[in-house]
Antibody, heavy 121, light 111 residues
Framework: QVQLVESGGGLVKPGGSLRLSCAASGFTFSNYYMSWIRQAPGKGLEWVSYISSGGRTIYYADSVKGRFTISRDNAKNSLYLQMDSLRAEDTAVYFC??????????????WGQGTLVTVSS | QSALTQPASVSGSPGQSITISCTGTSSDVGGYNYVSWYQQHPDKAPKLMIYDVSNRPSGVSNRFSGSKSGNTASLTISGLQAEDEADYYCSSYTSRSNLGIFGGGTKLTVL
């Protein structure tokens, strides 16, 4: 069965950095595009970024462009999100998600449980 | 403000049917058949319920159905059950961005 397990969330001060990880299992990770999607407390969902199966195609939401970096290690079945220059408005649960086969950045079929990132002084 | 517009809440009694709307523009909902719906229970990950407007993934109950007319997509849940109480989000491909967009979410209450 498909499993996505996020880690790396926590409390960080404004301007700080954090690196999220997502361990994937139960499917051939290297065949799928992957996304990060976030949800601010009590709010809706926002697509943050996606990366192609081989890592060559990457897109970011305007709200994080230039501050966040998505990457993947297919040998380790892992997805990452490096978050720099964090702001209070980045506070959210960050979900790792698998893009549905044949789709890129607009349809995900499996989600992790999420990891909470809190940006506060 | 979310890119797609959903009602904040809907409610229904067990056994009844409800419909949740999702309104966009010709650049997203109206222009492409790439509307999807997710169900999210409190403190849980979202679950894909409908994709490509009206297709159900394997394992999703046929009580859930999707449709679209113009710039508005709809999710209908028939034969409401207590376990259907959750938040529902629509999502769509958009030509204005390389990333999909979501609605603001609708809280379904089963009375």
């Amino acid at each position: 069965q498909v499993q996505l397990v996020e880690s790396g969330g926590g409390l960080v001060k404004p301007g700080g950095s954090l690196r999220l990880s997502c361990a994937a299992s139960g499917f051939t990770f290297s065949n799928y595009y992957m996304s990060w999607i976030r949800q601010a407390p009590g709010k809706g969902l926002e697509w943050v970024s996606y990366i192609s199966s081989g890592g060559r195609t990457i897109y970011y939401a305007d709200s994080v462009k230039g501050r966040f970096t998505i990457s993947r290690d297919n040998a380790k079945n892992s997805l990452y999100l490096q978050m720099d220059s964090l702001r209070a408005e980045d506070t959210a649960v960050y979900f790792c998600a698998r893009d549905s086969e044949g789709y890129s950045g607009y349809l995900v079929d499996y989600w992790g449980q999420g990891t909470l990132v809190t940006v506060s002084s | 403000q979310s890119a797609l517009t959903q009602p904040a809440s809907v409610s229904g009694s067990p056994g009844q049917s409800i419909t949740i709307s999702c309104t966009g523009t010709s650049s997203d909902v109206g222009g492409y058949n790439y509307v999807s719906w997710y169900q999210q229970h409190p403190d849980k990950a979202p679950k894909l319920m409908i994709y490509d407007v009206s297709n159900r993934p394997s394992g999703v109950s046929n009580r859930f159905s999707g449709s679209k007319s113009g710039n508005t997509a709809s999710l209908t849940i028939s034969g409401l059950q207590a376990e259907d109480e959750a938040d529902y989000y629509c999502s769509s491909y958009t030509s204005r961005s390389n990333l999909g967009i979501f609605g603001g979410g609708t809280k379904l209450t089963v009375l």
